[in-house]
């Protein structure tokens, strides 16, 4: 008989690698072993990694040797048939690897990894012209007392510092090896349950039971508990077993008392693993009722998807959006199918998570990246093995969930820049994302906003999308009044003091003295963002990044924004060694010191990124925020999407300019649509709201676009802007970085490389040029912008890029160069 043909799996590898790898599969794997699976596969000398089955091929790679797959994780994929499909067009569309998508989708306690652990020589042999340091031998002796430990472990349990290079000459010694061990993250939850250990129903058994206790009064307590306890389950229908936890403290007897009866065989304990995310409340069923608008609107989205696969609603702020998202998943869920909800900030999951779960209850599923990686792989698991109807609300990475009957697909505030992944690998846009999975599924996608990408507006009014608007606010409230405040004539007339003009305080004080709520948008974080000598003019500037230095108040010193890194605030200016220094400017967390000084007694709170850092930072501040605990909420952009306060009467904007004045051709589109929607936290009931704008340049197009709350107006000036100079919508953005530590090198790879492009792609091609900040991480970056007509192939232009990275780095000076693509930057 013919021996069988031996099998081959092409593995994705969570590497910013090109391609898959092939490997084989065992005949004791076979049959185990099928697309989508987790695999360990040995990658390099010695590392191993999870790697995904994408294909299996009877057909041997030739040129190279096959290595064997280690082992198969799972009984069943990980990653369905759709995801799959999803990330081949991501890693396509985005021009990056199939791996970064991989690391990006799969959470981290997904993926087994490889850690280098060190341990004992058994063959090492101590020479007497070759002894030991006092170090060497006290890692020695911890080493044969608890075996092999990472480096970081050895460090934690001898108490020495730096001991990198120590292992390293001991390991070229030979009085160390190196091994490997296999590390697996998730760590599953799991709960503890006592169940009776005999029929309750059965009077003969039971007597026994008692009679077995008798005597023994703690024991007979615990088992009266149990039985009450069991008694209520089996009327709320649930399973006949007890959390242990639950037990011991109704009882309030130790666990020695049941794990006494358990040796009686009257009770069993066993654990069992659980899902991290129960809803314990009510669902109520009820679905929000809609006016006359918004049912007409509904009603028009049905209709357009009998046409359309993706339809915009463009809906102003507080027109009732969310209501209509609300009654679109409950006709998909009751047609057996699961939606997906996105949201630009995790801020925004709170208010809609309380709102949906009071109608859906327990099929609402929360996703994002603030949950640990259990928490995450047990949503994950539960999507995988759980096909029932379902809500999932999320931020941009719940897209990659393993969905089984997806039907509908809703991106809410679409516009937002917050969708757009920026560093590391996938730099992907989760709505252009979103479209393309709702098709893959055979679903349909909502998008809505109260100010739309021109884009999306853009392929809207020309059919690509269908269009449904709601032009009113819900229930007949009014837009907010607008009104723009000359920074620049207020400072002539001393009618400013610090961030605040005299009309913007006045206005403040009045609303909260009226019972009323304020919003105070500022888009800087920190202290203050300028620290200067005021003798000789010195800035202190992050030793890593071309960027000036924070200064964080709270925390006592300066921060850079873009690295992460932290510096002590100088008390004498390191430049002319004088006691010069000073802040200068308005971070939020100086607006929320002076707002507190300067209206005494209102209560003050902060949403910016440093106090919402914690998972459920952004909860305790929007529920303390909508129940009154606060009269002046300070924040940075964060305060700008889709959060609904019902008493905030006023938003201040203090300084629209720093919105305006950025150089990107999408500054103004940015500016407009995000203060925009910061004003329409304003009069969401039944006051009309006041938003008063500070700014140095009140004769700004955009500004009076916003104020009359004028759109389409806004988008025909913008698009007329991007059709003149030939950008998005009229074609595709591609930058392309460069970075390098060296800067003489990188300006003369950067000028070569966008040469050899323009022989390629001709006048499509711009720069190099320094971007914004010029370098971070101590590495210098140049940028080069590719415009591509937007019919053109994306798989050509990833073909022709790769070639020409691939040219570049034959020349090996340039082996160390970084280069990567942002497509359709935001």
Same mark, same amino acid.
């Given at each position: 008989m013919p021996s069988k043909a031996r099998l081959y799996a092409e593995v994705i590898l969570p590497l910013p690698l090109f391609g898959t790898f092939t490997y084989s599969i065992p005949t004791t794997l076979e049959g185990k072993a099928a697309v989508g699976h987790r695999v360990i596969v040995p990658f390099g000398r010695k590392k191993y990694y999870t790697g995904i089955i994408e294909s299996i091929t009877p057909v041997a790679p030739e040129g190279f040797e096959v290595k064997d797959i280690s082992s198969v994780l799972d009984p069943w994929p990980v990653v369905k048939h759709p995801q799959l499909k999803l990330w081949e067009w991501i890693a396509e569309y985005y021009l990056c690897t199939a791996g970064d998508v991989y690391k990006a989708a799969v959470p981290a306690g997904l993926k087994v990894e490889s850690e280098t652990f060190i341990e004992l020589n058994p063959d090492y042999e101590e020479m007497p012209d070759a002894r030991m340091t006092d170090r060497e031998a006290i890692i020695m002796q911890s080493l044969d007392h608890n075996g092999k430990m990472t480096p970081a472990e050895i460090s934690k349990k001898t108490g020495l510092n730096s001991i990198e290079s120590t292992i390293s000459s001991m390991v070229e010694r030979r009085m160390l090896i190196i091994a490997e061990k296999l590390i697996e993250r998730y760590r599953p939850k799991k709960e503890t349950l006592v169940r009776l250990a005999v029929d309750r129903n059965d009077n003969e058994a039971m007597h026994k039971v008692f009679d077995a206790v008798k005597g023994a009064k703690k024991q007979e307590m615990m088992l009266i508990t149990l039985l009450d306890n069991l008694n209520k389950r089996q009327q709320q229908q649930l399973p006949p077993e007890v959390p242990r936890q639950h037990l011991l403290e109704q009882s309030g007897l130790s666990p020695a008392i049941l794990a006494a009866l358990a040796s009686k065989g009257i009770v069993e304990i066993f654990?069992?693993?659980?899902?991290?995310?129960?809803?314990?409340?009510?669902?109520?069923?009820?679905?929000?009722?809609?006016?006359?608008?918004?049912?007409?609107?509904?009603?028009?989205?049905?209709?357009?998807?009998?046409?359309?696969?993706?339809?915009?609603?463009?809906?102003?702020?507080?027109?009732?959006?969310?209501?209509?998202?609300?009654?679109?998943?409950?006709?998909?869920?009751?047609?057996?199918?699961?939606?997906?909800?996105?949201?630009?900030?995790?801020?925004?999951?709170?208010?809609?998570? *309380?709102?949906?779960?009071?109608?859906?209850?327990?099929?609402?599923?929360?996703?994002?990246?603030?949950?640990?990686?259990?928490?995450?792989?047990?949503?994950?698991? *539960?999507?995988?093995?759980?096909?029932?109807?379902?809500?999932?609300?999320g931020a941009r990475s719940s897209l990659f969930l393993p969905f089984s009957r997806l039907g509908l697909v809703i991106v809410d505030e679409e516009h937002e820049s917050s969708y757009k992944q920026f560093d590391p690998a996938p730099r992907y846009n989760a709505r252009d994302c979103a479209i393309v999975l709702a098709s893959m599924h055979g679903a349909k996608t909502l998008l809505g906003s109260a100010t739309p990408a021109i884009e999306t507006y853009y392929k809207a009014l020309n059919g690509r999308y269908g269009l449904v608007t709601l032009s009113e606010r819900y229930e007949g409230v009014q837009l907010p009044l607008i009104e723009i405040v000359d920074l620049n004539d207020e *400072?002539?007339?001393? *009618?400013?003091?610090?961030?605040?003009?005299?009309?913007?305080?006045?206005?403040?004080?009045?609303?909260?003295?009226?019972?009323?709520?304020?919003?105070?948008?500022?888009?800087?974080?920190?202290?203050?963002?300028?620290?200067?000598?005021?003798?000789?003019?010195?800035?202190?500037?992050?030793?890593?990044?071309?960027?000036?230095?924070?200064?964080?108040?709270?925390?006592?010193?300066?921060?850079?924004?873009?690295?992460?890194?932290?510096?002590?605030?100088?008390?004498?200016?390191?430049?002319?060694?004088?006691?010069?220094?000073?802040?200068?400017?308005?971070?939020?967390?100086?607006?929320?010191?002076?707002?507190?000084?300067?209206?005494?007694?209102?209560?003050?709170?902060?949403?910016?990124?440093?106090?919402?850092?914690?998972?459920?930072?952004?909860?305790n501040i929007i529920n303390d925020f909508s129940l009154g605990k606060a009269d002046i909420l300070v924040g940075t952009q964060m305060v700008t999407k889709g959060l609904d306060f019902e008493r905030v009467s006023l938003v201040g904007i203090l300084n629209a300019d720093n919105l305006i004045n950025f150089p990107d051709f999408r500054a103004s589109e940015r500016a407009f649509n995000m203060l925009e929607q910061v004003a329409g936290r304003a009069g969401r009931r039944n006051k009309r709201g006041l938003v008063i704008v500070q700014t140095s340049q009140p004769a700004h197009p955009i500004l009076s676009y916003l104020q009359a709350h004028n759109y389409e107006g806004f988008y025909e000036h913008e698009l007329e802007e991007r059709r003149r100079y030939g950008y998005p919508p009229f074609t595709r953005v591609i930058n392309i970085y460069l970075k390098h530590r060296d800067e003489d090198l990188l300006i003369r790879a950067a000028a070569g490389y966008a040469e050899t492009l323009r022989h390629l792609f001709g006048n499509r091609i711009l720069g190099p040029d320094e971007p914004h900040i010029a370098r971070i991480q101590s590495l210098y970056i140049r940028k080069i912008m590719l415009k591509v007509e937007i019919q053109a192939s994306m798989s050509k232009v990833k073909a022709i890029l790769r070639s020409v990275y691939e040219a570049q780095m034959a020349d090996k000076s340039l082996r160390s160069l970084v280069v990567y693509y942002d497509v359709g930057p935001m």
């Open positions: 654990t069992r693993e659980i899902n991290r995310f129960n809803y314990t409340g009510t669902e109520q069923g009820e679905l929000p009722k809609l006016s006359a608008p918004q049912s007409e609107a509904l009603d028009s989205i049905h209709r357009m998807f009998i046409d359309k696969n993706v339809t915009l609603l463009h809906g102003v702020t507080s027109s009732g959006k969310t209501e209509i998202y609300i009654h679109l998943i409950d006709y998909i869920l009751n047609k057996g199918s699961q939606a997906l909800y996105l949201v630009p900030e995790i801020a925004l999951t709170t208010q809609l998570t *309380r709102r949906l779960q009071k109608v859906f209850g327990k099929r609402v599923i929360i996703y994002h990246s603030k949950f640990s990686d259990n928490e995450r792989v047990d949503i994950w698991k *539960r999507m995988l093995h759980d096909p029932s109807p379902c809500v999932v609300i *400072r002539r007339r001393g *009618r400013i003091s610090g961030p605040m003009s005299a009309r913007l305080a006045m206005m403040s004080r009045e609303a909260v003295k009226g019972g009323e709520q304020v919003i105070l948008f500022h888009n800087r974080r920190g202290f203050a963002p300028v620290v200067v000598c005021k003798q000789c003019g010195y800035v202190p500037k992050c030793q890593n990044c071309d960027v000036s230095l924070t200064y964080h108040r709270k925390a006592g010193e300066m921060v850079c924004h873009y690295c992460g890194a932290t510096y002590k605030l100088p008390t004498i200016c390191p430049a002319c060694k004088e006691p010069a220094i000073e802040v200068y400017g308005y971070g939020t967390e100086r607006i929320e010191e002076i707002a507190e000084s300067s209206f005494p007694g209102a209560r003050i709170m902060r949403m910016d990124l440093d106090t919402t850092r914690n998972k459920d930072s952004y909860l």
